[in-house]
């Protein structure tokens, strides 16, 4: 079992930036692929972004492309999603998930999910 909890939401203005991070416990987290996705308020829950267990690959929704990064750190058992330019359009709250690749992220298959952090974005 994996234990997610994410971290490092707030309340920002339009262009500022955010780093979100995951921090998993309960088993090593090397083999799976990592991922982010958010849900608004009134919306569905959407893909962000992923990155594959050796973080040699990556893939985001062309919302954020350009604008956010996600990263990991195996040693430590946690990723992260660096958000600049921020727009109040990504005001949502931000799960972090794992599953074995980045296409079935993608897709919208997840084996654990987080709480979600809240991300707020006045304009």
């Known amino acids: 079992q994996v234990q997610l909890v994410e971290s490092g939401g707030g309340l920002v203005q339009a262009g500022d930036s955010l780093r979100l991070s995951c921090a998993a416990s309960?088993?090593?987290?090397?083999?799976?692929?990592m991922g982010w996705f958010r849900q608004a308020p009134g919306k569905e829950r959407e893909f962000v972004a992923a990155?594959?267990?050796?973080?040699?690959?990556?893939d985001y929704a062309d919302s954020v492309k350009g604008r956010f990064t996600i990263s990991r750190h195996n040693a430590k058992n946690t990723a992260y999603l660096q958000m600049n330019s921020l727009k109040p359009e990504d005001t949502a709250l931000y799960y972090c998930?794992?599953?074995?690749?980045?296409?079935?992220?993608?897709?919208?298959?997840?084996?654990?999910w987080g709480q979600g952090t809240q991300v707020t974005v006045s304009s």
């Open positions: 998930a794992l599953h074995g690749s980045v296409a079935t992220l993608r897709n919208g298959v997840v084996s654990y």
């Open positions: 309960g088993r090593t987290i090397g083999t799976y692929a």
């Open positions: 990155i594959s267990w050796s973080g040699g690959s990556t």
